[in-house]
């Protein structure tokens, strides 16, 4: 359990914690810059977003197994649940329904390999 004797329980405590903060200065030397610039992730790093959703009990159930199946995390399931649908989306393609694309594939004809 966390220790919440330190948080401010009134409106009051929370005005003061917030008037007491103080933030370390901007770099005063070219030195010092460039060792703040040096502690940053490289150029070209993908940044991650954090985003809170709410979604049903049952919902939930279902992506916890489908995740499991995939053998990914929940979060890395929805990730890419989110860009299949908005590659969807796009300008460049067209979606098939999964019955015309299983009606296509029953028309395909096995390769024959040479022995």
Known sequence: MS????????PEEA???MNDLTFDPAPATAEQEAELLAS????GTEVMVVRSLRMPTDLDDAVTAAA???GITKTAWIRQA??????MQSDDD????RADA???LT?????RRAA
């Open 40 to 43: 940053l992730p490289p150029e």
């Open 82 to 87: 989110i860009e299949i649908v908005l590659t």
């Open 102 to 104: 299983l009606r296509a």
């Open 94 to 97: 067209q979606p098939i329904s």
């Open 107 to 111: 028309l395909l004809r096995p390769v």
């Open 68 to 70: 499991k199946d995939a």
């Open 3 to 10: 220790d919440n004797q330190h948080l401010p329980r009134t």
């Open 15 to 17: 005005a003061a914690l």
